[in-house]
Nanobody
Framework: VQLQASGGGWVQTGGSLRLSCAAS????????MGWYRQCPGMQRELVAA???????NYADSVEGRFAISRDNAKNTVELQMNVLKPEDTAVYYC???????????????????WGKGTQVTVSS
């Protein structure tokens, strides 16, 4: 599974950006898609995730400002980021948690795939 992210960039405080990510390749079943971010010198942290059933999870720091959505048929996920703050500046990574085949689904085994990061910079 390959993940291709797009939509990063530069924006002023209070602005908006939309990140998109498309999964391609040999896909059996993607369970969860989402976004992590990493600031310089910091650990990577979960921003938002969405299951194939539409269940969502957000970091407290972005709750109410960011919205994640997903198209299961197209294997895409988007992150709408509003009211951006300088502390949102980071490299954002798309992830997909998947069953690689029928057996791994039966066994409950999953693989986490990571896309290359896309830079988001919010200026004060």
């Amino acid at each position: 599974v390959q993940l291709q992210a797009s939509g990063g960039g530069w924006v002023q405080t209070g602005g908006s950006l939309r990140l998109s990510c498309a999964a391609s390749g040999s896909i059996f079943r993607i369970i969860t898609m989402g976004w992590y971010r990493q600031c310089p010198g910091m650990q990577r942290e979960l921003v938002a995730a969405i299951t194939s059933f539409g269940g969502t999870n957000y970091a407290d720091s972005v709750e109410g400002r960011f919205a994640i959505s997903r198209d299961n048929a197209k294997n895409t996920v988007e992150l709408q980021m509003n009211v951006l703050k300088p502390e949102d500046t980071a490299v954002y990574y798309c992830i997909a948690i998947a069953n690689d085949d029928r057996q791994s689904r039966k066994d409950g085994r999953t693989t986490t795939y990571w896309g290359k990061g896309t830079q988001v910079t919010v200026s004060s």
